[in-house]
């Protein structure tokens, strides 16, 4: 009986896939789609980063002046992204990036039954969830901002968003959810270690895979342990032993410093959001009304599961409703929380209807009829659309009829050992063709000098700028940033943000290298990206009137110059004429404990000036090539040790058992789940 209960759901999942696969097969196909404001560019461009570069503890030069590569952004995508394009190096990075993001957008529904059927005990009612869940999108009705953001496609909003905004890392989370909460909930169930690793994997794929679908596991695993905090098969020292192995698991990656770095980034990239009275308000009842939902159900132990995902789905309603109805962020990036509610919604609904179906009695299941009655005819209508060509107006194109790509193409063939300052959704598109150098980049969260994010904010708005300082200043950053070509698109280009005010101010001020209509390049006057300077000529600040003496010290043509030039990622040869007496090295890219230069065998100083750039202090009298290397800190180090002792263990016992398995005819009660 077991045995043809755990295929039948097997078979149902394997339809749920498969629909789901074929229903979105256009999600498949490779070219420019019709929403040029969409990043999913971006992330296509940190896998290819990673599939030339795989090593996660080097160095990104591409991107926002340098960074760490394992903080660029989190793994999961970049590097299955990454993997296709070893498999078949003939994909375009866009073209395998929306293949992966595809496929698990297609399992996101099967996830949500799997976990489903194993906290409910019923099959039917999660597959019909699921099936809603494919095929419709309640934020429509729920919430106006979102029915008025639909834009040209009549599909589910979890898709929408994907395709729209390039929310592929989201979808992907949003998949992983389920399965770490059904592990979660299994380890806090069942005896030994086997489901506490299993949980621990769950949460930790979650955690390298998308920010805030992680933050919304974390709230999802509180009111799991809130919902049954009364249950006696429900051990709550085991969810807190999952996860701290989770994060063992998962510290290669998430090391403190990075965790810290994005925690104190994310409000500042969420438009400045502040937990101010309003935010206060809206949490604070928030979390009464989440109270009386969990005092509801205290003495109805039977109904946890219930509990639970109402819970999940009220809080997570609530969040979105907070800044879609009233204009509140309750919590950073309130608005995009609205994938979690769906999911959780469909799952509550299911465990509604089937609660009250099961509880019998004429009343009991005509009220159950009557609520699915209103549900269906609300919902078909979106799935008509849906199916009916829910994704006719997605036409894809050549990339080489795109601006984005003709301007990429010629900067790429006119390679320099500078940087390129791109705007709008060049800067997304360009890494994703092309390994150059930028100022600009996808997730600048990850950073830890904001600097570069703040010259390219002034740079592009001309915010606090006089009307006779626009082209000095503007010339001042990009010499400060190391850029050697300016790409600005008019008025008039297709490009979709056109975010440059006033971009023919630099029509007389630089040499114009390439000119198609409103997108222009431009030469800025560039040496090196290494340069010979007295202390006392580094920038006092990043304000252009606080560089005016490093930038004379820089294009100083008297002085000694400097040639930098890349040896991979992550090492840097900067060598020249001899250093005067009493000057140091200005690298124009950011400091990082994990640089170390050397000089002809000995160490040179490396440290940080004012504007979060390296600066070395080779000794008196020593010349040669500086050879400047990138190895991850102590601390990469450690947690990578940590995460290496984690996996073995893990993976060690999770073999053992297997084999015990086996040994044993597959009777080991430890591993065995009925779904």
Not at 557 to 572: F, K, M, Q, T
Request: contains cysteine.
């Amino acid at each position: 009986m077991k045995r043809r209960r755990n295929l039948l759901t097997a078979l149902l999942a394997l339809l749920l896939f498969s629909g789901n696969v074929w229903i979105n097969r256009p999600l498949f196909r490779g070219g420019e789609q019709p929403y040029r404001g969409s990043i999913e560019s971006g992330y296509a461009g940190i896998a290819r980063f990673f599939s030339v570069n795989p090593n996660p503890w080097g160095w990104n030069p591409t991107v926002y002046c340098g960074l760490p590569a394992n903080q660029t952004y989190l793994p999961t995508v970049p590097y299955l992204t990454a993997a296709l394009l070893w498999i078949d190096p003939r994909l375009d990075a866009l073209h395998a990036y929306r293949i992966v993001t595809a496929i698990f957008a297609a399992f996101g529904p099967v996830a949500l039954f799997l976990f489903a059927v194993y906290a409910s005990g019923s099959r039917w009612w999660p597959f019909l969830a699921a099936t809603a869940y494919s095929l419709c999108s309640p934020s429509y009705d729920l919430f106006q901002t979102i029915d008025n953001d639909r834009g040209i496609l009549s599909i589910p909003w979890r898709l929408q968003v994907m395709v729209k905004y390039g929310e592929g890392p989201h979808n992907a989370g949003l998949m992983l959810i389920p399965l770490a909460l059904l592990g979660v909930l299994k380890a806090a169930r069942a005896p030994g270690f086997t489901w506490v690793a299993a949980g621990a994997i769950g949460l930790a794929a979650v955690a390298l895979t998308h920010w805030i679908a992680a933050f919304a596991l974390a709230i999802s695993v509180l009111l799991l342990m809130a919902a049954y905090a009364r249950a006696r098969d429900f051990h709550h020292s085991r969810v807190l032993a999952a996860g701290a192995l989770g994060y063992a698991l998962s510290a290669f990656w998430l090391t403190p410093t990075f965790v810290r770095t994005v925690a104190f980034n994310w409000p500042k990239d969420s438009f400045g959001y502040k937990v101010e009275d309003h935010q206060r308000l809206a949490l604070a009842l928030i979390a009464v009304a989440a109270f009386l939902i969990w005092a509801g159900f205290r003495k109805a132990l039977q109904f946890r599961y219930l509990c639970f995902v109402t819970l999940c789905a009220f809080v997570f309603a609530a969040i979105t409703e907070s800044f879609c109805a009233h204009g509140i962020d309750a919590i950073p990036e309130s608005r995009r929380y609205a994938l979690e509610m769906e999911l959780f919604l469909a799952l509550a609904v299911a465990e509604w209807l089937r609660t009250g179906w099961r509880a019998g009695g004429g009343v009991n299941r005509f009220c159950v009829v009557l609520a699915a009655c209103l549900l269906v005819s609300q919902a078909v209508p979106q799935a008509v659309r849906f199916l009916g060509g829910g994704y006719s107006r997605w036409v894809l194109r050549p990339k080489e009829d795109t601006t984005e790509y003709r301007i990429a193409r010629w900067l790429s063939a006119h390679p320099s050992n500078g940087r390129v300052y791109v705007s709008g959704g060049l800067r997304f598109h360009l890494n994703s063709w092309f390994g150059l150098q930028q100022t600009s980049g996808t997730f600048e969260s990850g950073l830890s000098n904001r600097i570069p994010i703040d010259w390219d904010y002034r740079f592009r708005s001309l915010a606090g700028v006089n009307p006779d300082r626009e082209v000095a200043d503007s010339l001042a950053i990009l010499r400060a940033m190391g850029v050697e070509y300016l790409a600005v698109h008019g008025e008039g280009s297709e490009e979709y943000y056109r975010d440059l005010k006033n971009p023919a101010r630099f029509e007389s001020a630089l040499e114009k290298v390439y000119d198609d209509s409103s997108d222009r390049v431009y030469r800025v006057p560039f040496g090196s990206l290494a340069h010979y300077v007295y202390p006392r000529e580094l920038a006092e600040g990043w304000e252009p009137a606080a560089m005016t003496r490093f930038l004379s010290a820089i294009t100083d043509a008297g002085r000694p110059a400097l040639s930098a030039d890349w040896d991979g990622p992550s090492r840097l040869l900067i060598s020249g004429g001899a250093m005067p007496a009493g000057m140091g090295v200005s690298v124009l890219m950011n400091y990082d404990r994990g640089w170390s230069a050397f000089q002809g065998g000995r160490a040179v100083k490396v440290g940080r000036d004012r504007v979060g750039f390296l600066f070395l202090q080779p000794g008196a009298g020593h010349g040669g090539t500086i050879v400047l290397d990138y190895q991850p800190p102590a601390e990469t180090l450690i947690a990578a040790g940590i995460s290496m002792v984690a996996w073995v263990a893990v993976l060690m016992f999770l073999g053992c058992q297997v084999a015990r398995h086996k040994r044993m005819g597959g009777g080991n009660p430890e591993t065995a789940v009925d779904i």
